[in-house]
C-alpha cells in the first residue's frame, strides 16, 4: 500500500510559479512512474505529466510543455511538479499518482487526495 500526500497548492497570479510536492509512504515508489493530473471544475481530469522511474524521461501534456517540469527524488521518495508562466486556465485540484508504466492511459494504482492551484487574472 502506497500514501501519497501532495502540497504546496496556492493562490498565485497568473504568470507566477508554484511548486508542488508529492511525498509517498508505505513503501519505494522508485521503481514506479509517478504522474501528474489535475481536475478543474466541471471539466474532466486532465493529463498533466509523467516521470519514468529513473527520473530520466519525462513526457507532459500539451497544455503543460515548456511551462511545467516534473522531477523526482528517489532517495526522499518524492515527486515534484515545477509550474511557471501559470495561466488562469492552470487553476485546478492538482494529484500525483503511481504508475507502472510511464503513460497518460496506463492504469495508476494510487492517487494522492490533491492539492489545489488557483491562478488569478
Known amino acids: 500500500q502506497v500514501q501519497l500526500v501532495e502540497s504546496g497548492g496556492g493562490l498565485v497570479q497568473a504568470g507566477g510559479s508554484l511548486r508542488l510536492s508529492c511525498v509517498a509512504s508505505?513503501?519505494?515508489?522508485?521503481?514506479?512512474?509517478m504522474g501528474w493530473f489535475r481536475r478543474a471544475p466541471g471539466k474532466e481530469r486532465e493529463f498533466v505529466g509523467v516521470i519514468t522511474y529513473s527520473g530520466r524521461t519525462v513526457y507532459y501534456g500539451d497544455s503543460v510543455k515548456g511551462r511545467f517540469t516534473i522531477s523526482r527524488d528517489n532517495d526522499k521518495n518524492t515527486v515534484y511538479l515545477q509550474m511557471n508562466s501559470l495561466k488562469p486556465e492552470d487553476t485546478a485540484a492538482y494529484y500525483c499518482a503511481v504508475g507502472l508504466l510511464p503513460s497518460p492511459n496506463a492504469k495508476y494504482d494510487y492517487w494522492g487526495q490533491g492539492t489545489q492551484v488557483t491562478v488569478s487574472s
Open positions: 508505505g513503501r519505494s515508489v522508485s521503481t514506479y512512474a
